[in-house]
């Protein structure tokens, strides 16, 4: 009993792509049946440059007969996903020890099935953030096209930020700080970029940096501090307060002065030399600074907009990338000052340009579908430097998108972070998936062509259900999200028993609150602080539930309801401290904090892929108003 699988061309995706589907089929098929019977599946890459640019897919099989077309490489290989799907395979977390694969029979495939399917939007992808080893990122990368996504955006130069906070260990002096080289991230780089290349990914990378890079400092190393700009190099850098210096001793916080002339050739050529030097880089993001408020203030850059001469500085590197022969598509950022439109500058070569909608401080309570387009939609706000605050309402961040799209009517997504930590407030992840869903949905009405996920990888506590929603809505905006809940969850824990799960966790969610814990509203609230007790009491009366399945599940299933005790055992932990800082107990809340803190770095050995303990904790004290971060170990 035999399936065959053949591909049509000789190219890496499509070989990997025959190595997959060869793969899951051995794992479902029984093994030594005297049955004769064969099938042959046909794996065909039909690129057609007439076609519009949107991954298309069709799949037939009858009579033992399969094929699976695609326009692109990376098409082919979710095709072969999606006719696993078919079959019954889910795949509910990254890593294969997390899939569940059913048995099935060579019935299947006499059975006649089509699948012709366009996907929804053009952009499908996940941005790195977080703390990640080499295992998380390439298991993630590797689950990416098995639920619907096409992209992977490593942001800097390489990875080197997110490995050196798990490396090191960062705000988790239970672990020994292990050995971490330049060295190491160069051999790690290599391997995520082959992952994204094997699977055929679209490749977008680096995004903040380039300023620091004019005034020679790598962007591989982030959001490096603690240096002093040279004196020579003053004459590059924004004056802000009368002072042209680092901010915070920060190059990728630091903006640069525009009105000066070297400025902008200065930058064009070092993004002209990455984008020569690194042609598998389909989309080249060039932002400028990450901070809000240090815009330079000389006499002359006082006269323009900050977007003004952004899109100045595009339009001669548009230049200059023609002048070299490179066709790298170039993300630019609205984000920060740069949600204020341009009021003289145009891009002039959009067909260069995808535009990325960034709106870091919007609430996680409602979605895009909710606003009332014809009433609550404000005038833009009017810029004055060095004195923004960002918005948080959907309707003024979308006031902002709305007054760049009269001057760019190319292509673009939204940058969005439902999971970089929105999705810390949300403890039940149930209410952060519907957003996601209804957001995603929502995107053709405001004519983005899709979606990035700017997250950690490591957002798998309790469930990665935001992702498989995000990646299968994406993939077809039609999906229903009470089928995909139903999907997931009977797949992650068990036909009879996942209904008490999604129960629960609905119930966690209804009393969490993702503006909360991402200090949006009043910090001290009588009305949080009883949904956060409400919470203490579901995650404690929870436990039997969990043991009566412990006791009756095996394998994937068994692993998802030990993830889901070890969030119920933290949970009441984190909710009891958010509790008494709802109700100003500061405190009995900084008690508490600790006290989940040192649970969960001591637990991180055992359940480092499913939470990020490092990102949680930057986050919580950064918004949420915990003070304690880390402490050393006690001997």
């Known amino acids: 009993m035999t399936a065959t699988v053949l591909q049509s061309v000789d190219d890496t995706t499509m070989r990997f792509a025959q190595n997959e589907l060869s793969h899951y089929l051995r794992k479902m098929l029984p093994e030594n049946s005297q049955d004769p019977a064969q099938a042959s599946i046909r794996l065909v890459l039909n690129k057609d440059p007439h076609q519009d640019e949107l991954d298309h897919v069709r799949i037939t099989m009858e009579e033992g007969q399969g094929k699976i077309e695609g326009n692109h490489p990376v098409v082919v290989l979710i095709g072969v996903y999606q006719l696993l799907h078919h079959f019954g395979a889910r795949f509910v977390r990254p890593g294969r020890n997390n899939e569940v694969i059913p048995s099935i029979t060579m019935d299947v495939f006499n059975q006649p099935f089509s699948y012709d399917h366009k996907a929804s939007y053009k952009h499908r992808g996940v941005c790195i953030e977080g703390a990640d080893s080499v295992e998380n990122i390439m298991q ?376 909360y814990f991402n200090a949006i509203g009043p910090r001290v609230s009588e009305q949080m602080s009883k949904r956060y007790q409400r919470i203490v009491a579901e995650a404690r009366d929870f436990l039997p539930v969990i043991r009566v399945a412990l006791s009756e599940v095996t394998g994937t299933q068994k692993k998802n309801w030990e993830v889901l005790d070890y969030h119920r055992q933290s949970t009441q932990k984190l909710a009891q401290a958010l509790s008494w800082l709802a109700d100003g107990q500061t405190d009995r809340a900084e008690a508490e904090w600790q006290e989940f803190v040192d649970f969960i770095k001591l637990n991180e050995k055992f359940y480092q892929p499913y939470l990020d303990v490092y990102r949680i904790i930057e986050v919580a004290t950064n918004y949420a108003g915990f003070k304690y971060r880390d402490a050393p170990v006690q001997e």
């Open 140 to 515: 993630f990368i590797d689950w990416l096209p098995k639920i619907g996504f096409n992209t992977f955006f490593v942001q800097f130069e390489n990875p080197y930020t997110f490995f050196k906070r798990w490396y090191t260990h960062e705000f988790n002096s239970y672990w020994d700080k292990g050995t971490f080289t330049n060295a190491m991230v160069e051999k790690m780089s290599r391997q995520v970029d082959e992952a994204i290349a094997t699977r055929g990914l679209k490749h977008h990378r680096v995004g903040h940096g380039w300023t620091g890079e004019v005034l020679g400092y790598s962007s591989k190393f982030g959001w490096e501090s603690g240096l002093r700009l040279p004196e020579e190099k003053e004459k590059f850098v924004a004056e802000v307060n009368g002072k042209r210096a680092l901010i915070d001793g920060t190059p990728i916080l630091t903006s640069l002065d525009f009105s000066n002339p070297v400025v902008i050739p200065k930058m064009s050529d070092v993004v002209v030399q990455y984008a020569e030097q690194h042609p598998e880089v389909d989309y080249l993001h060039v932002w400028l600074s990450d901070a809000n408020n240090n815009i330079c203030e000389c006499e002359q850059c006082r006269k323009e907009l900050p977007a003004d001469q952004y899109v100045r500085f595009l339009n001669y590197l548009d230049q200059e990338l023609t002048a070299h022969h490179l066709n790298t598509k170039i993300c630019f950022l609205l984000y920060h000052e740069l949600l204020f439109a341009p009021a003289k500058e145009k891009i002039k070569n959009p067909e260069r340009f995808t535009m990325m909608f960034a709106p870091i401080s919007r609430t996680f309570e409602k979605s895009y579908a909710d606003v009332n387009y014809t009433q609550d939609i404000p005038a833009p706000a009017v810029y004055k430097r060095n004195q923004t605050t960002l918005p948080t309402t959907l309707e003024e961040n979308l006031s902002f998108l709305f007054d760049w799209q009269k001057g760019f009517k190319g292509d673009s997504f939204v940058y969005d972070y439902p999971l970089g930590r929105a999705h810390y407030g949300d403890l039940g992840y149930m209410n952060i998936s519907r957003i996601i869903s209804r957001d995603v949905k929502y995107l053709s009405h405001l004519h983005l062509h899709g979606y990035i996920s700017c997250q950690e990888l490591r957002a798998g506590f309790p469930t990665t259900f935001p992702n498989y929603v995000m990646g299968q809505t994406l993939w077809d905006k039609e999906t229903n999200f009470e089928d995909l809940r139903q999907e997931y969850f009977e797949a992650a824990y068990g036909k009879s028993t996942y209904p008490a799960v999604v129960k629960y966790l609905q119930k966690v969610s209804d009393d969490s609150s993702s503006d």
